[in-house]
């Protein structure tokens, strides 16, 4: 395990590399002067060139980046050219409200998915499983915006139990914070439960003919302990990953609802960022979400070898 | 049979639609800019299906023509991530050592999620179509790369490949005659998926107003122009909303289909659950 262990966070160090040139080339790939970009054409040569100097373009590419890493490591993902704030005590500001949405779309995802992958397995010789399989295929067809704005058409305008815009955080009533994150959250776990109680659903049936299950059936034991405790619980080892998997998926689709929901987080961030031409906003946000995606990976493929031991020799 | 007649209406539906916006000039009966403010926010009727919108332009027509936007970026995108994905799939699988280097990077890139990716490079390059397509493509061929390299490492051990080259073929020719064909169904599935993926994320990106030019008709800016008429007017946000479901769809059925008719063991074989799986992972 330990060997695993150091093998699997070296692999990291490539990876971020790799992340942290996309991220510094963001800036890079504006056509033109960035710094004309961002404080308008017509702008002073002065201010062009102070700016260039604040955001280091006045060096070589090489020393550019490198500069830009040491700072990074360093906790240091610049000012913004907005507001002149650290980038990071920005970002820090924004992730409550999107880690809220993520914490209960997740909940939502799980308590919705594995119920419906189960039963789905249970009743596989039935016409629900083409059903199943053609409303999954529906879940993932559905643009994540579009269907937000009905269900506000639907239940926030016209018989108006949820609350269709605005975050209140936890601080000020669970309750409060729970009922403004509803609507959101649901949106955005539609798709992931399409996928998940897919994937869960592939898994079992694989484990549906086993010799295991087999001998369990032979044995006489009822099929829905036999679904239980052999199909199931073999299905879940691998549906670990199927979390991190998940955790990408909300994280990209958090952009859009926090735009629709108008709540404060980092996707609403990153979007105002870019419409401001706010690069180092920009660059913060996208290596902050490809990071958190890193390490959430990095502990789930952790976790994975410790479930299952034969992960660890492959 | 019943898979058979479900690929044969998705792909009736999309061809339909290719034809339809191609032609819509020639059928169609009011040209989609054609504004008249007499008839603003009229609700689905004889004359106007889709009803009106805010200009009093004819909803139905803007859906059909916007069609042309997202059907191009879409198969665009997916034409241009198979290759590079296939391209750089082949090379990661047959070379050893060129497969470490290429993975790294696959990995970088797989870092992201896509449309966040997507979206930065559109903040870069700003939003154009050609842009758009740019940056989708580099979201989106990561996936096809890892998908063709374990196509192609699950056949190199394979005898008529070893054969192939013991007896001195040239690696070019044993790629494109031997490996390439015998990893061809992954490779169209995963291109039809990248085809719904791109056209849902280049309608997410219109939506977010970092898209198309706003004054180019695409499903995603008819749908962000349309939101605050939402409880006045919702055929406005409703219609083109489900061109985007049919269409999504469409492909999505499409690339199940052909999966399925690809391997017809599919529910036993592990292969099946290795493409969800990394499909899933693009998202």
Same mark, same amino acid.
């Given at each position: 395990?330990?060997?695993?262990?150091?093998?699997?966070?070296?692999?990291?160090?490539?990876?971020?590399?790799?992340?942290?040139?996309?991220?510094?080339?963001?800036?890079?790939?504006?056509?033109?002067?960035?710094?004309?970009?961002?404080?308008?054409?017509?702008?002073?040569?002065?201010?062009?060139?102070?700016?260039?100097?604040?955001?280091?373009?006045?060096?070589?590419?090489?020393?550019?980046?490198?500069?830009?890493?040491?700072?990074?490591?360093?906790?240091?993902?610049?000012?913004?050219?907005?507001?002149?704030?650290?980038?990071?005590?920005?970002?820090?500001?924004?992730?409550?409200?999107?880690?809220?949405?993520?914490?209960?779309?997740?909940?939502?995802?799980?308590?919705?998915?594995?119920?419906?992958?189960?039963?789905? &397995?249970?009743?596989?010789?039935?016409?629900?499983?083409?059903?199943?399989?053609?409303?999954?295929?529906?879940?993932?067809?559905?643009?994540?915006?579009?269907?937000?704005?009905?269900?506000?058409?639907?239940?926030?305008?016209?018989?108006?139990?949820?609350?269709?815009?605005?975050?209140?955080?936890?601080?000020?009533?669970?309750?409060?914070?729970?009922?403004?994150?509803?609507?959101?959250?649901?949106?955005?776990?539609?798709?992931?439960?399409?996928?998940?109680?897919?994937?869960?659903?592939?898994?079992?049936?694989?484990?549906?003919?086993?010799?295991?299950?087999?001998?369990?059936?032979?044995?006489?034991?009822?099929?829905?302990?036999?679904?239980?405790?052999?199909?199931?619980?073999?299905?879940?080892?691998?549906?670990?990953?199927?979390?991190? &998997?998940?955790?990408?998926?909300?994280?990209?689709?958090?952009?859009?609802?926090?735009?629709?929901?108008?709540?404060?987080?980092?996707?609403?961030?990153?979007?105002?960022?870019?419409?401001?031409?706010?690069?180092?906003?920009?660059?913060?946000?996208?290596?902050?979400?490809?990071?958190?995606?890193?390490?959430?990976?990095?502990?789930?493929?952790?976790?994975?070898?410790?479930?299952?031991?034969?992960?660890?020799?492959? | 049979?019943?898979?058979?007649?479900?690929?044969?209406?998705?792909?009736?539906?999309?061809?339909?639609?290719?034809?339809?916006?191609?032609?819509?000039?020639?059928?169609?009966?009011?040209?989609?800019?054609?504004?008249?403010?007499?008839?603003?926010?009229?609700?689905?009727?004889?004359?106007?299906?889709?009803?009106?919108?805010?200009?009093?332009?004819?909803?139905?027509?803007?859906?059909?023509?916007?069609?042309?936007?997202?059907?191009?970026?879409?198969?665009?995108?997916?034409?241009?991530?198979?290759?590079?994905?296939?391209?750089?799939?082949?090379?990661?699988?047959?070379?050893?050592?060129?497969?470490?280097?290429?993975?790294?990077?696959?990995?970088?890139?797989?870092?992201?999620?896509?449309?966040?990716?997507?979206?930065?490079?559109?903040?870069?390059?700003?939003?154009?179509?050609?842009?758009?397509?740019?940056?989708?493509?580099?979201?989106?061929?990561?996936?096809?790369?890892?998908?063709?390299?374990?196509?192609?490492?699950?056949?190199?051990?394979?005898?008529?490949?070893?054969?192939?080259?013991?007896?001195?073929?040239?690696?070019?020719?044993?790629?494109?005659?031997?490996?390439?064909?015998?990893?061809?169904?992954?490779?169209?599935?995963?291109?039809?998926?990248?085809?719904?993926?791109?056209?849902?994320?280049?309608?997410?990106?219109?939506?977010?107003?970092?898209?198309?030019?706003?004054?180019?008709?695409?499903?995603?800016?008819?749908?962000?122009?349309?939101?605050?008429?939402?409880?006045?007017?919702?055929?406005?946000?409703?219609?083109?909303?489900?061109?985007?479901?049919?269409?999504?769809?469409?492909?999505?059925?499409?690339?199940?289909?052909?999966?399925?008719?690809?391997?017809?063991?599919?529910?036993?074989?592990?292969?099946?659950?290795?493409?969800?799986?990394?499909?899933?992972?693009?998202?």
């Amino acid at each position: 395990m330990l060997q695993y262990t150091i093998r699997r966070l070296l692999s990291i160090i490539p990876v971020m590399l790799v992340v942290s040139i996309i991220v510094f080339m963001i800036v890079h790939l504006t056509p033109g002067n960035p710094a004309y970009l961002i404080l308008g054409e017509d702008s002073s040569a002065e201010a062009v060139q102070q700016l260039e100097e604040q955001l280091g373009l006045d060096q070589p590419i090489v020393v550019q980046f490198f500069d830009w890493v040491t700072n990074v490591f360093k906790g240091d993902l610049g000012e913004s050219v907005y507001s002149s704030e650290p980038v990071l005590s920005i970002i820090l500001d924004r992730i409550g409200p999107t880690f809220s949405v993520m914490l209960i779309s997740m909940i939502f995802t799980l308590v919705i998915a594995i119920p419906i992958a189960i039963f789905v &397995v249970w009743k596989r010789q039935t016409v629900l499983d083409p059903l199943f399989i053609s409303a999954s295929l529906l879940g993932a067809s559905i643009p994540e915006f579009w269907f937000a704005m009905l269900l506000v058409l639907g239940l926030g305008v016209s018989i108006p139990i949820f609350p269709v815009a605005g975050y209140i955080p936890i601080a000020e009533g669970f309750l409060l914070w729970l009922h403004h994150l509803i609507l959101p959250a649901f949106v955005l776990a539609t798709v992931e439960i399409g996928l998940i109680s897919r994937m869960l659903r592939d898994g079992m049936l694989e484990a549906v003919n086993q010799d295991y299950t087999k001998t369990a059936r032979a044995k006489g034991i009822k099929e829905s302990v036999v679904l239980m405790k052999h199909v199931f619980a073999n299905a879940l080892i691998p549906t670990t990953t199927v979390i991190g &998997v998940t955790i990408a998926g909300l994280l990209g689709g958090t952009v859009i609802i926090e735009t629709i929901f108008t709540i404060p987080g980092i996707g609403q961030l990153l979007i105002d960022s870019i419409h401001r031409r706010d690069y180092p906003v920009i660059q913060g946000v996208v290596l902050f979400i490809a990071v958190i995606y890193v390490v959430i990976n990095l502990l789930v493929d952790l976790l994975y070898g410790l479930l299952d031991p034969r992960i660890r020799y492959d | 049979m019943l898979k058979k007649k479900r690929n044969l209406v998705a792909l009736s539906i999309l061809l339909l639609l290719t034809i339809a916006t191609i032609t819509a000039d020639v059928w169609l009966p009011v040209s989609p800019g054609f504004i008249d403010a007499a008839q603003r926010l009229l609700p689905p009727s004889g004359t106007f299906w889709f009803g009106t919108d805010h200009f009093g332009r004819d909803v139905f027509a803007l859906t059909v023509v916007a069609a042309r936007v997202s059907l191009t970026v879409g198969f665009t995108v997916a034409v241009l991530a198979t290759i590079l994905g296939t391209i750089t799939g082949l090379i990661a699988g047959y070379y050893k050592k060129a497969d470490f280097i290429i993975m790294r990077v696959i990995d970088g890139m797989l870092a992201f999620p896509s449309l966040l990716l997507a979206l930065a490079l559109v903040a870069a390059l700003g939003g154009s179509v050609t842009n758009i397509i740019i940056a989708l493509t580099f979201s989106f061929w990561p996936v096809m790369t890892r998908i063709v390299r374990s196509a192609v490492l699950q056949i190199n051990s394979v005898q008529y490949i070893e054969a192939a080259k013991t007896s001195g073929v040239s690696d070019p020719v044993v790629i494109s005659k031997y490996v390439l064909p015998n990893v061809l169904s992954p490779i169209i599935v995963q291109g039809t998926f990248i085809f719904a993926k791109a056209i849902l994320a280049e309608a997410a990106l219109s939506f977010l107003g970092v898209g198309v030019d706003p004054s180019t008709p695409t499903w995603g800016n008819m749908l962000q122009e349309s939101q605050i008429y939402i409880s006045i007017a919702p055929w406005i946000s409703i219609f083109p909303g489900l061109a985007i479901v049919v269409t999504v769809l469409a492909l999505n059925m499409l690339g199940d289909g052909l999966r399925d008719s690809f391997d017809p063991h599919a529910r036993k074989n592990k292969k099946r659950k290795q493409h969800f799986v990394k499909t899933k992972i693009a998202s």
